[in-house]
Structures are given as C-alpha cells and as structure tokens.
C-alpha cells in the first residue's frame, strides 16, 4: 500500500506551512520522510541547498516534535530542555540563559526543577515543545504538537507558537487535523487526503475557493452544506425547489458539457431564516437547535426531496427557533459553490 504519492510542496525560508488533513491521510509520514525518520521510495528532499535523502536523521538540523513526544522521565524539565544543547557541547551558562527564555516564553519556569512524571499532560508537551525550540534548528517540524492540551490551554499555546514563530522566524511545518488550527497558523496550507495533495494555498482563498468538494467540507466549522441538485438553463433544482443561478456562475456553466447532476455548496453563514415563503429558496424543518450564545446552531431537514440531506445554519438570537419549526431558508446566491458529484471538481465558487 502507498501511503502518500506524488507529494511536492517547497516552503520558503521563515515561512509557517500547516499539513491537515483527515486521521490517516499521511501527515506524520511526511513529515518523517522530511525529519529522515522514514524513507521515501523515490523523489527527493532537499533542506535549504542540500539534498538530504542520505542524510542521517541526527545531522538534517530539523527539530521534531511527535504526536507521542517522550521527554527523558529521570531529567528535571530544565536538563529536559537543555539536553540537546549539551550534546553539541554548549557551555552550562549560555545553556541556562536559554533554557530559561524558553521557559519564560513556554510558561514553564515555575516547573524547571521538576520530573516529567510531576507535570501534567499539557506542561509535558510544553516541555517537548521547549526542547526543539531550544535547539534554534533550521526547521521546526511539529506533528499535533497541541493534542494533549485542553481547549483553552490549546488556544494560549496556539497563541503563543505564533508569536514564537514571528519572534523567532524558524521555518516550521505543522501537521495538524484541526482546521482552526490551521486556518490561524499558516501562511500556507497544504489539504491532504487518502495520501494525496488537494490544494495548497493561503487560509483564505482556501476558505473562498476550494479546488474540490473534500477541502470546501473540510475547511469551515460547521462544514459546508452539500445539496445535491440538477442544473437546467440557469435554474438549480434541489428537490422541488428551484434556486435560481447567478449569471457569473452561469456563463461559467454554460461552457461545460453534460451538466446535469451538481453538488451545490453553500456554507452555514451564507443560508438565513426568512419570514415569507415567497423570498425562500428551500423549505425545511428544524431538526437540532444548538445555542452557542452569539447564535444558534440549527440543524434541519429540507422538505420535498426523496433523499433528505441535513442542512446547518446559524440563527440570530431573537429568531427564536425550536424542534420541528417549518423553517423558510434564503441563500446567499453569490455565495454558492458548484461541484462535480463525481470527481468533486469545483466547477465553480463565489
Ligand atoms: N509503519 C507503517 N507501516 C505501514 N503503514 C503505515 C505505517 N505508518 C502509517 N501507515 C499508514 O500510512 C497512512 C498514513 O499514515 P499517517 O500516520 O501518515 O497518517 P496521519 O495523516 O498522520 O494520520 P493521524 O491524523 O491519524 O495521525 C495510513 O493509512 C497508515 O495506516
Ligand atoms: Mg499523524
């Protein structure tokens, strides 16, 4: 079995670029392949001038943080951070002044003289976090370096490895599967899936123009919805209902052959509540209602269709929506997506 193919990307010197994908799309084997931790059957890996596919993992000057990271369990947390610069033979004094400012940057230097097995998880990873920081390699490669952390520790530290990094201007590529944390840390992201690259490009046009129906799913909390329509003479029909086409996507339709069957994409924040059922586009019944605080999270089912697909939306506050309201929905036509129900092309996006 191949575990990921044809993968080619070049990272700029300084620059911040995210993995993400899906559990098993092969993140950690890239990174590996790039940590020289596994090899790869054929291609090459160049780090700055140099090709290192036979370089030794020990000489690659990569720093790498695991998903399982391991600290040393019979070292304190200050000779935990300092091991490596000792091995290189960094004298003990400038290696406390930088192990304290990794500590002071990291939060941990309330914790420098204790043992592994006296931290929690979240000051563990801290600490593995620290002992790659600490070594000023030329690469930083992190695999999930926040999975252990609860969700506000998650966010500090997220927060603060994004100051490290504009701080400190390492190169660093990060795996994750949480597209928050990809959306807020990369300068570029690379979407993977079943071992392959969908698209590489900034957060945004990501998050605008996805180049297929995996990433536009992906990317986006809740995800996009996905309605399966027909597509006849600028008129989408979802169901017995009829959305009408903006002209920029019908031109765009136009020049495509056989279109029958799409895929419409249409985010959660882009579909409203309307009163009437003359401005709606789609009928539907709300399922779920999820208060959020700032908004609702309403789930619910379209009407009129023999398949019935879930669809999200967000509801304001005052729109007091309960279980089993018919509900009259307004979509956003500018914002729709259009893709190939087969390959899952984007044919078309705002
Ligand atoms: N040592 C191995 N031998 C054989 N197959 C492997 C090995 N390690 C990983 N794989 C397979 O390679 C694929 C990619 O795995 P990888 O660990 O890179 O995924 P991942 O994207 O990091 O997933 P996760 O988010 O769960 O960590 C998976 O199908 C996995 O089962
Ligand atoms: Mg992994």
């Given at each position: 079995m191949t575990a990921v193919a044809e993968i080619t990307f070049e990272v700029p010197d300084g620059q911040f670029w995210v993995l993400v994908g899906p559990s098993g799309c092969g993140k950690s084997t890239i990174l590996r392949i790039i940590a020289g931790l596994d090899r790869a059957t054929s291609g090459t890996v160049w780090i700055g001038e140099q090709v290192v596919n036979h370089v030794p993992a020990r000489q690659r000057d990569v720093a790498m943080v695991f998903q399982n990271y391991a600290l040393y369990p019979h070292m304190t947390v200050a000779e935990n951070l300092g091991f490596g610069l000792q091995m290189r033979g960094v004298d003990p004094q400038t290696r406390r002044k930088q192990v304290e400012a990794v500590a002071d940057a990291l939060n941990l230097s309330a914790l420098l003289d204790r043992k592994p097995r006296q931290l929690s998880g979240g000051q563990q990873q801290r600490v593995a976090l620290g002992r790659a920081i600490v070594r000023q390699p030329q690469v930083f490669l992190l695999d999930e370096p926040l999975s252990n952390l609860d969700a506000q520790l998650r966010d500090d530290t997220r927060a603060e490895l994004k100051q490290l990094h504009q701080r400190l201007g390492v190169t660093t590529i990060y795996v994750t599967h949480d597209?928050?944390?990809?959306?807020?840390?990369?300068?570029q992201i690379v979407v993977l899936d079943r071992g392959r690259i969908q698209q590489i490009s900034d957060p945004q046009t990501?998050?605008?123009?996805?180049?297929?129906?995996?990433?536009?799913?992906?990317?986006?909390?809740?995800?996009?919805?996905?309605?399966?329509?027909?597509?006849?003479?600028?008129?989408?029909?979802?169901?017995q209902h009829s959305v009408p086409c903006p002209?920029?996507?019908?031109?765009?339709?136009q020049t495509l052959p056989n279109l029958d069957s799409v895929h419409l994409g249409i985010r959660p924040e882009h579909v409203h509540i309307v009163p009437a059922?003359?401005?709606?586009?789609?009928?539907?019944?709300?399922?779920?209602?999820?208060?959020?605080?700032?908004?609702?999270?309403?789930?619910?089912?379209?009407?009129?269709?023999?398949?019935?697909?879930?669809?999200?939306l967000h509801a304001a506050p005052q729109q007091l929506v309960r279980p089993g309201d018919r509900l009259f929905l307004q979509f956003d036509l500018d914002q729709l997506h259009v893709f190939d129900p087969a390959s899952g092309k984007t044919l078309g996006y705002p």
């Open positions: 597209q928050v944390e990809a959306m807020t840390l990369a300068d990501l998050y605008n123009q996805p180049a297929n129906q995996m990433v536009a799913t992906f990317l986006g909390s809740p995800p996009m919805n996905i309605l399966p329509a027909t597509y006849k003479q600028g008129e989408f029909r979802v169901g002209d920029r996507l019908r031109l765009l339709l059922a003359e401005a709606a586009h789609l009928n539907a019944e709300a399922i779920v209602v999820e208060p959020l605080g700032r908004e609702s999270l309403v789930r619910a089912r379209w009407l009129g269709s023999a398949v019935t697909p879930v669809l999200t």
